[in-house]
């Protein structure tokens, strides 16, 4: 089952604009990570932000966390042809299994 | 980090036979996580893998149809028994997560016909 969701569902922009996706998930979490996947192939770890953080940074990426909220969002600037990809959440909970489960996703397409 | 590797990469098979898909890691883990995206769907987790210890399966996925095994700490298959065509799917796994990022195969893309 998903943990959350998140929206858009995709995203079309032109390049050199900023992308923001939105993540909800339901139960309380241990930190949230972000994924790309590229044409359906294995992920690639973006950014992860603790339970106890609110904002991060890395590189073009800017990820906030909103627990009251139970959400989350990705920040990508000044976007890049080679950004076009799927983007997912994912939540590891706060239990001893460390299972990471994932939001529904977005797909970006950045238009050159 | 780790680095898995993870074949076959992409099979069609019959419906009815079963595929196996393997995972080796370059290093000692204590989960292995199989996971399921079926097409232009997200990640649903099948199933955690414990060295030694019988997997454990995720609501509305079972053994008969996803046994798993994991003999070491470097190794794990999944197998997808009796397919049939919904099985078409994107299966990977993954090591890792819990404080620091998780790690995934390049995935193994099962069509069923």
């Known amino acids: 089952s998903q943990q959350g969701e998140e929206d858009p569902q995709a995203l079309s922009i032109q390049e050199g604009e900023n992308a923001t996706m939105n993540c909800s998930y339901k139960?309380?979490?241990?930190?949230l990570q972000w994924y790309r996947q590229n044409s359906g192939r294995g992920l690639v770890h973006l950014i992860l932000?603790?339970?106890?953080?609110r904002e991060k940074h890395s590189g073009r990426l800017r990820v906030t966390l909103d627990t009251s909220k139970k959400s989350s969002s990705l920040l990508i600037t000044a976007s890049r042809a080679a950004d076009t990809a799927s983007y997912f959440c994912?939540?590891?909970?706060?239990?001893?299994?460390?299972?990471?489960?994932f939001g529904t996703g977005t797909l970006l397409a950045v238009q050159p | 980090s780790a680095v898995i590797s993870q074949k076959p990469s992409r099979d069609i098979c019959q419906r009815g036979t079963s595929l196996t898909i393997q995972c080796q890691v370059d290093?000692?883990?204590?989960?292995m996580f199989w996971y399921r995206q079926q097409p232009g769907q997200s990640l649903t987790l099948i199933a955690t893998?414990?060295?030694?210890?019988?997997?454990?399966?995720e609501s509305g996925f079972v053994i008969d149809k996803f046994p798993i095994s994991r003999p070491n700490l470097t190794f794990s298959t999944l197998t997808v028994s009796n397919m049939s065509p919904e099985d078409s799917s994107i299966y990977l796994c993954s090591v890792g997560a819990g404080k620091t990022e998780a790690f995934f195969g390049q995935g193994t893309r099962l069509t069923v016909v």
């Open positions: 994912a939540t590891l909970l706060r239990d001893a299994t460390n299972k990471l489960i």
């Open positions: 932000i603790r339970s106890n953080e």
């Open positions: 139960t309380s979490i241990n930190n």
């Open positions: 290093s000692q883990v204590t989960m």
């Open positions: 893998a414990n060295q030694g210890s019988e997997a454990t399966y």
